[in-house]
């Protein structure tokens, strides 16, 4: 079978076609005909590492999302699910073998996530790291639920900062799915259709607006949850905006590794600041994400392509260099490797 791999760290030109041995799946493993592979910023970040010219041994298969069909099984596994329809999360977690930038992968059936007919590869491929961030960033509130779905943020005010991006697009998909007013920032005209398509109710260009101004003409006591790609630009706003025990989910450090976080602003209203990685998040959380994740996509709750405000950008999988390339220099939209008609 046809794989992309790289033995080392660095730029995308690391990444090498290859061909690999088909492998059958151990016990407790499902073997996946990938159609499409989801690129997302953590995948070029793994591959680039600390330091680049580090050896990779064995090679590792990049990609954690990703969506198809499972044909085969290893023991344990019903053997009904071959022929299911799959999105993948976490694939290339510590598994060098299992990253979707591949023709098939094998992966623990856990990581193989059944959906809907209705639901097309493309939606599949985009789901894993975005939407799981998403809901993680949502359902981090101390007085807020700890599941989504229609009703559970009805009454409560979400803030996105940054809704055209892959993860913000996801938590206003999952926010209105829920039933929350959602407010989101963007840097331009073009970037704000796209947040407006995805459902936000308010959208506020943050290089012409007084974004904490605007915000509390929109909800005077202030919003209980916001979604947070740049805390360094914008901590200052958080603290002048959020709600009463209202918390500020940081998943990305976008405009600077550091920041200064206000103490006596976050300190009066009992804020919480609440640091967001998938791979290490409890345990605990994980089943009740991919639970309400799958239920959004059963329900035609979420969606993906111009339409829903999250550009579509096809690469075949010889070219995946060039989709890396094109999320880390951040395309608008989601980057998708066609490895499967």
Same mark, same amino acid.
């Given at each position: 079978?046809?794989?992309i791999?790289?033995?080392?760290?660095?730029?995308?030109?690391?990444l090498?076609?290859?061909?690999?041995?088909?492998?059958?799946?151990?016990?407790?493993?499902?073997r996946?005909?990938?159609?499409?592979?989801?690129?997302?910023?953590?995948?070029w970040?793994?591959?680039?590492?600390s330091?680049?010219?580090?050896?990779?041994?064995?090679?590792?298969?990049?990609?954690?999302?990703?969506?198809?069909?499972?044909?085969?099984?290893?023991?344990?596994?019903?053997?009904?699910?071959?022929?299911?329809?799959?999105?993948?999360?976490?694939?290339?977690?510590?598994?060098?073998?299992?990253?979707?930038?591949?023709?098939?992968?094998?992966?623990?059936?856990?990581?193989?996530?059944?959906?809907?007919?209705?639901?097309?590869y493309?939606?599949?491929?985009?789901?894993?790291?975005?939407?799981?961030?998403?809901?993680?960033?949502?359902?981090?509130?101390?007085?807020?639920?700890?599941?989504?779905?229609?009703?559970?943020?009805?009454?409560?005010?979400?803030?996105?900062?940054?809704?055209?991006?892959?993860?913000?697009?996801?938590?206003?998909?999952?926010?209105?799915?829920?039933?929350?007013?959602?407010?989101?920032?963007?840097?331009?005209?073009?970037k704000?259709?796209?947040?407006?398509?995805?459902?936000?109710?308010?959208?506020?260009?943050?290089?012409?607006?007084d974004?904490?101004?605007?915000?509390?003409?929109?909800v005077?006591?202030?919003?209980?949850?916001?979604?947070?790609?740049?805390?360094?630009?914008?901590?200052?706003?958080?603290?002048?905006?959020?709600?009463?025990?209202?918390?500020v989910?940081?998943?990305?450090?976008?405009?600077?590794?550091?920041?200064?976080?206000?103490?006596?602003?976050?300190?009066?209203?009992?804020?919480?600041?609440?640091?967001?990685?998938?791979?290490?998040?409890?345990e605990?959380?994980?089943?009740?994400?991919?639970?309400?994740?799958? @239920? /959004?996509? =059963?329900?035609? #709750? *979420?969606?993906? +392509?111009?339409?829903?405000?999250?550009? &579509?950008?096809?690469?075949?999988?010889?070219? @995946? /260099?060039? =989709?890396?390339? #094109? *999320?880390?220099? +951040?395309?608008?939209?989601?980057?998708? &490797?066609?490895?499967?008609?």
């Amino acid at each position: 079978m046809r794989a992309i791999e790289y033995s080392q760290t660095g730029e995308p030109d690391v990444l090498s076609l290859v061909d690999r041995k088909l492998t059958d799946p151990a016990p407790g493993e499902v073997r996946v005909r990938i159609h499409r592979s989801g690129v997302n910023p953590t995948d070029w970040k793994s591959r680039r590492g600390s330091e680049a010219g580090t050896r990779i041994d064995p090679p590792q298969v990049p990609n954690q999302d990703g969506s198809g069909v499972i044909d085969a099984v290893g023991q344990g596994v019903d053997a009904a699910l071959v022929g299911r329809r799959v999105w993948l999360w976490e694939a290339a977690y510590q598994r060098p073998s299992g990253g979707t930038a591949q023709e098939y992968a094998v992966v623990p059936v856990r990581h193989a996530v059944p959906m809907p007919d209705a639901a097309s590869y493309d939606l599949g491929a985009a789901l894993g790291v975005p939407f799981l961030t998403a809901h993680r960033c949502l359902t981090v509130t101390e007085d807020g639920p700890d599941r989504l779905g229609p009703g559970k943020l009805a009454g409560r005010t979400v803030l996105v900062a940054g809704g055209a991006g892959a993860v913000g697009n996801a938590a206003i998909q999952l926010a209105r799915w829920s039933d929350a007013t959602v407010i989101t920032t963007v840097s331009s005209p073009d970037k704000g259709n796209l947040a407006a398509l995805a459902g936000a109710d308010h959208v506020i260009n943050y290089k012409q607006e007084d974004v904490a101004a605007e915000i509390r003409a929109i909800v005077p006591h202030g919003v209980n949850t916001i979604v947070e790609v740049s805390p360094a630009a914008n901590a200052a706003i958080d603290a002048a905006v959020i709600a009463m025990h209202g918390s500020v989910a940081v998943y990305a450090n976008d405009g600077g590794a550091t920041m200064e976080l206000p103490v006596r602003p976050s300190m009066v209203p009992n804020v919480r600041w609440q640091f967001v990685l998938l791979y290490n998040a409890p345990e605990s959380w994980r089943p009740r994400a991919l639970d309400d994740v799958a @239920a /959004a996509v =059963a329900e035609g #709750a *979420v969606r993906i +392509g111009s339409e829903a405000g999250l550009p &579509i950008h096809h690469y075949p999988l010889e070219q @995946a /260099a060039e =989709a890396h390339a #094109a *999320v880390e220099q +951040g395309i608008v939209g989601k980057v998708l &490797i066609d490895i499967t008609d």
